[in-house]
């Protein structure tokens, strides 16, 4: 992983770094077969929290 960054967030700070570190635990696996894949790829992840 190259960089996590927050794009806009309705929880506590605390809350946001406990998210940014699983990003930081997760491993990610191609989901095709090709040949040439790019060196780099960006994406977003959402998370949405819902209490109870």
């Not at 190259?2 to 506590?12: F, W």
């Not at 605390?14 to 696996?29: L, N, P, R, V």
């Amino acid at each position: 992983m190259i960089n996590v960054r927050k794009l806009e967030a309705t929880v506590s700070t605390d809350i946001a770094a406990f998210y940014k570190k699983q990003i930081y635990g997760t491993s990610f696996e191609a989901t095709s077969d090709n040949a040439s894949p790019a060196p780099v790829s960006t994406g977003t992840i959402t998370f949405i929290i819902r209490s109870n």
